[in-house]
């Protein structure tokens, strides 16, 4: 933690294989499925052999402290993220290492979104939970809409806090950079562009340039898997960094393993 920039480029360190998944969403986001809870989502995710994770419900961080402490002591590392709504209705994995960051960085969002309530009947409900999976109460913000927030203001509000960015699954036909506004802006700082499985196989041609990653952007457990490997020395955003640049031996080795 508190390794933000990536200046020092140690060599000789010691590389792993991280099985991760960057996009993933619990029962905070009104449209996940009710088994996305804290143990589930960390069984399934040492089921699989994911070594990092990353909790990026829409608009909210309220439940990734609840995951990270479900995986304490197991081995996987879970960082604190949301998936925020542009006003451009192109959605953005913002990524912390810590919670805090992640919470400051939600407050930020909170006071983004238009103040209205949650209609669970018609979006689904949004619930917190503690690392056991149970109730702690409803988020009754309307969290599936859009921010204020500009895409630029997204990517330079998230790294200004040490965060990473990532526009989130560009070869969708909806809520996507590509699908909102046709191309990646001139200058846009972000670390990577998302795809599908599909996308891994055939992206599309405004992503030529860009470092891909692949997560699951699982709603439900059953969606959860492997899109990709990070060889690292450990998982922080320092290292993701260099792998995405493919400095220093590390680097991301995407895996098309699933039709989708
Ligand atoms: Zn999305
Ligand atoms: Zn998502």
Redesign the pocket.
């Known amino acids: 933690m508190g390794r933000a920039g990536d200046a020092e480029e140690p060599t000789g360190a010691r590389l792993r294989r991280l099985g991760a998944d960057l996009h993933l969403h619990t029962v905070a986001s009104p449209c996940a499925e009710i088994d996305m809870l804290p143990p589930l989502i960390v069984e399934r995710a040492l089921d699989l052999g994911l070594g990092l994770l990353a909790v990026t419900d ?1 608009n909210t961080a309220c439940n990734a402290g609840a995951v990270q402490r479900a995986a304490q002591g197991t081995g996987l590392c879970v960082w604190a993220g949301l ?1 925020v709504q542009t006003r451009e209705e192109a ?1 953005v994995v913002c990524l912390f290492e810590d919670l805090e960051a992640a919470l400051d960085w939600q407050a930020r969002v909170y006071a983004a979104l238009p103040p209205l309530a949650n209609r669970p009947e018609v979006f689904g409900a949004q619930w917190m939970v503690d690392h056991r999976g149970d109730y702690v109460r409803t988020n009754e913000r309307l969290l599936l809409t859009s921010t204020a927030l500009a895409v630029e203001e997204v990517v330079e509000g998230v790294a200004a806090l040490g965060g990473v960015t990532i526009a ?2 560009v070869d969708r036909p909806s ?2 950079l590509l699908a909102s506004l046709g191309f990646v802006p001139e200058g846009l700082d972000l670390a990577a562009l998302e795809v599908s499985a599909r996308g891994v196989r055939c992206p599309p041609p405004q992503a030529r340039g860009w470092p891909l990653v692949s997560s699951s ?1 699982a709603h439900r457990l059953e969606e959860m898997r492997v899109g990709m490997f990070l060889e690292v020395a450990e998982p922080t955003l320092a290292e993701l960094r260099m792998a995405l640049g493919g400095r220093g031996g590390r680097r991301v080795l995407l895996s098309p393993s699933r039709t989708d």
């Open positions: 829409h998936e959605h989130a699954h809520y996507s952007d």
